[in-house]
């Protein structure tokens, strides 16, 4: 939410318009070089409203984000957005999962893969656990 050009923002009142994964490659009529101006204008065209309706709950890096969909027919399912990769638009599967699946299966996925990760880490003593007296960090009274 924090992109400079105001009508470049994505809309989470508007519906996501996907159902189906999507993968459109965008063709300018004019070489980016020759008329950058021209360029953008026509870009911003093309992905105008492509990620509507969305919320973005994770950035993998490299252009990769996950998305809460809030509005439309994938209401509270989770989406991918890896057109910086030439990846396109798609159901959420970087889990494992196979199928589309919700927040709350989601989140409790990622819960199991992260105490998995912690349990295996733990188990080759590739993290050391300290015992001390301190009150944890939430604990300040």
């Known amino acids: 939410?924090?992109?400079?050009?105001?009508?470049?923002?994505?809309?989470?009142?508007?519906?996501?318009?996907?159902?189906?994964p999507w993968n459109e490659e965008f063709?300018?009529?004019?070489?980016?070089?020759?008329?950058?101006?021209?360029?953008?204008?026509?870009?911003?065209?093309?992905?105008?409203?492509?990620?509507?309706?969305?919320?973005?709950?994770?950035n993998f890096g490299c252009g990769i984000s996950l998305n809460l969909v809030v509005n439309g027919e994938e209401y509270g399912n989770i989406w991918t957005d890896d057109r910086g990769n030439d990846g396109g638009i798609y159901p959420s599967h970087e889990l494992g999962n196979k199928d589309k699946i919700t927040f709350l299966n989601w989140y409790e996925l990622w819960l199991d893969n992260s105490l998995n990760?912690?349990?295996?880490?733990?188990?080759?003593?590739?993290?050391?656990?300290k015992n001390t007296n301190q009150k944890p960090w939430w604990k300040i009274w």
Do not use: H
């Not at 105001?6 to 989470?12: E, G, V």
């Not at 009529?29 to 994770?58: C, H, P, W």
């Not at 990760?117 to 656990?129: H, M, S, T």
């Open 27 to 58: 063709v300018s009529t004019v070489n980016e070089e020759d008329n950058e101006e021209e360029y953008e204008r026509q870009y911003s065209e093309f992905s105008k409203n492509l990620m509507n309706g969305v919320l973005a709950i994770s």
């Open 1 to 20: 939410m924090d992109y400079k050009r105001p009508n470049s923002l994505l809309n989470p009142s508007k519906p996501f318009p996907r159902t189906k």
């Open 117 to 129: 990760e912690i349990k295996d880490k733990l188990e080759n003593k590739e993290i050391e656990v």
